[in-house]
């Protein structure tokens, strides 16, 4: 077996850690700890299209009934820069520069994302704000 393949898939969210020691432990119910960490694991599970964790963590007043990823079977998801991050109390925003590739053409998503923290102490995706590019 080469090196390459031994080697842990890295996280798409861009912590240059391994999947399995990132987020994968969220997409197994494990709450993110930090607005910043949800906003990465959601990241990861759009690249990853994982549906019932994005609407799992989705605000329960602005989450759609259904997401169809595999409609966007085009989209290849090429990596995520965190800008800013901040929380106060229970209430926290994200800012950050998805960048990704539909039929070869690349495109950036930028946007500040706004979090709630539940009474459960659950932070989940409110809604977001795009940024002219």
């Known amino acids: ?3 390459a393949s031994s080697a842990p ?17 969220f997409h197994g119910g494990v709450p993110a700890p930090t607005a ?3 906003m990465r694991s959601r990241y990861t599970a759009y690249v990853l299209k994982l549906e019932d964790y994005l609407l799992a963590t989705w605000h329960p007043q602005t989450r759609p009934s259904s997401l169809d990823l595999a409609a966007d079977g085009n989209v290849n ?5 965190v800008c800013n991050a901040s929380e106060d109390g229970d209430l926290a925003s994200v800012e950050f520069v998805a960048r990704y590739k539909i039929n070869g053409r690349a495109w950036k ?4 994302s706004s979090f709630s923290r539940n009474a459960d102490g659950r ?3 409110v809604d977001g704000d795009l940024k002219e590019n």
């Open 1 to 3: 077996m080469s090196k």
């Open 109 to 112: 998503l930028h946007e500040t």
């Open 36 to 38: 910043e960490a949800l």
């Open 9 to 25: 898939l890295k996280c798409p969210c861009g912590s240059n850690l391994a999947y399995t020691a990132c987020c994968a432990i």
């Open 77 to 81: 998801w090429q990596s995520l820069e």
């Open 123 to 125: 932070w989940l995706y």
